[in-house]
Every structure is written in structure tokens, then in C-alpha cells.
């Protein structure tokens, strides 16, 4: 990929020059004919540059993706893992985590994934949420990052939600869906950096067991901020926010970063991570 990228980026200046040349042939030597035939021979080249690095951006991508998910597929605990780069995840399960309370204004979404991880399946997408700001013109962002839809083998009565405790001022919307439909405070954990709502027939004990605790506890600096947890029947909804984007190439640039591959790499390991302490603790 990194030999095809320098490609592209020599075909874009043989292009730039070819036309450079075309602007000195009728400026200077006043040759038309060939001034002409320099045009358009770097305008083709320019054209066919512009839609291989199109091209380029759409797969650089979803390559580097699959090739982690091969490398995660090998693991025994996790099912056989589905990728499409272009599709998302309905928006009918975003709503339903209480993070917005109607529609939003913009939904946009890409790779989708789906398999199973022990015997939970899951389907997940890198989502971006926008709203119209309420105080300023143009749109904010209510969330940017990867989500979770993950379904347990069993149903549960009432819902729980658990986020960071940093993240509460920005989660407006969701308290409003909180309260709204009978949550309240169940635990402001200071060991976890978390606060844990739920409704009043939520089995609460069932999730909040030593063994989840202590998991979470281990990963607070991870868990500190960006990270939304919520509970509904057998849904298992994450989502933890990533303002950062991984994996987009640079055409002028190097793509042999390790460190962002590891960093998506993580970021997914983590979400999948925690599907598995569930698995095992409830």
C-alpha cells in the first residue's frame, strides 16, 4: 500500500507538470499544437490520479481492518467475524441507549462488524451523531466512536445505564431518558470513575458482582472518560467515544504509523475484552 500511495503522488506531479509545461507553450513559445497535446495529457493523468486516490482512501482502510480481524478470528473465544466497510448499524439501536432522545440530526456510520464472542453475538460500526447546537450556530457532536450492540443469553427486567463520571455534564440527553423513565442513582463509584443508574426493578446485583468491579476498577484509567455502558431486555449496548481518525490515510504522508494501528487495535480489544468479563461473571 505504501509503494501505491508514492504512485499516486508521483502520478499528481507528472500531471502538475505536464500542465505547467502547457501554460509555458502557449505563454512563451506560442505553440498551440503542442501546448494542446500537454494539456491534455496531464489533465488524463490528473483525472485518473484523482480517482485511484479516491479509490485509495476507500480500501487503505478496510484492508488494514480485515487484516486485524484475521488475526483476532484466531482467537477460540471469538466467532467467525463479518466486515463491511460501507454499512452501519441501525439507528433504531443508537436511540435505544437513551444517548439522544429522538432521531438525530445527522447519522452517519461505517465499518460494520458483526460475529459472536463466546456465545454473545454482537454487531458493531465507528458511528459519528450530530445535533444542531443549542447555543451556537452549525452542529455538535454528541458521539464519535466505536459502539456495541451485544446480545445476551438472557432477558432482564427494567434497564441500567453506567458512564463516566466526567462525561455528566455532557450527557444532558441522557439523564433526561434516565429520569424519565424511573432511573435513579444506584452507585457513584470512586474506584471505577463511574456513575451507575438503573431503574427500580433492575437486577443491579447481577452486574455489579466482584468480578465485573474489579475488572473495571483494573481498567480506570482506560474507563475514566468517553466510555457510556447501557442495559435494555437482552441488549448489551457500549460505546466508547474515539475524536480521533483512525486509519484515514495521507496521500503526502507515510502510512506506517504502528502506533494508530495499535491504537484502533486496542480500542476494539478493549470493547471485545469487556464482552467477555460479562460473559463470564453473569
Request: charged share 25%.
Amino acid at each position: 500500500m505504501e509503494i501505491k500511495r508514492k504512485r499516486l503522488v508521483y502520478s499528481m506531479a507528472i500531471a502538475i507538470l505536464l500542465i505547467l509545461a502547457g501554460l509555458i507553450g502557449v505563454l512563451v513559445l506560442k505553440n498551440f499544437p503542442l501546448t494542446i497535446l500537454l494539456f491534455l495529457v496531464g489533465g488524463l493523468v490528473l483525472v485518473w490520479s484523482n480517482q485511484s486516490i479516491r479509490h485509495f482512501k476507500q480500501t487503505f482502510k478496510p484492508q488494514v481492518i480485515s487484516a486485524l480481524l484475521d488475526f483476532m478470528d484466531e482467537r477460540l473465544n471469538y466467532g467467525a467475524l463479518t466486515f463491511q466497510p460501507t454499512q452501519k448499524i441501525d439507528i433504531k439501536d443508537f436511540i435505544s441507549t437513551g444517548m439522544v432522545q429522538e432521531k438525530p440530526y445527522k447519522y452517519l456510520g461505517e465499518d460494520h462488524l458483526t460475529g459472536k464472542i463466546g456465545s454473545f453475538p454482537f454487531t458493531s460500526s465507528e458511528l459519528l451523531v450530530q445535533e444542531p447546537a443549542k447555543v451556537k450556530g452549525g452542529l455538535e457532536t454528541v458521539f464519535k466512536g466505536f459502539f456495541f450492540k451485544i446480545q445476551m443469553d438472557q432477558s432482564y427486567e427494567g434497564q441500567l445505564w453506567a458512564f463516566s463520571k466526567k462525561d455528566k455534564p455532557s450527557l444532558s440527553d441522557s439523564l433526561k431518558v434516565i429520569y424519565g423513565t424511573g432511573g435513579y442513582l444506584i452507585r457513584d463509584d470512586e474506584q471505577v470513575s463511574l456513575l451507575f443508574y438503573a431503574t427500580q426493578d433492575f437486577p443491579a446485583a447481577i452486574f455489579l458482582n466482584p468480578g465485573i468491579l474489579n475488572y473495571l476498577e483494573d481498567r480506570k484509567q482506560e474507563l475514566h472518560t468517553g466510555f457510556y455502558w447501557h442495559i435494555r431486555d437482552n441488549n448489551l449496548y457500549l460505546a466508547i467515544r474515539q475524536d480521533e481518525d483512525l486509519l484515514e490515510p495521507n496521500i503526502f504522508k507515510s502510512n506506517k504509523r504502528f502506533d494508530v494501528v495499535q491504537k484502533y487495535y486496542s480500542q476494539l480489544s478493549r470493547l471485545f475484552e469487556f464482552v467477555e468479563i460479562m460473559e463470564k461473571y453473569i
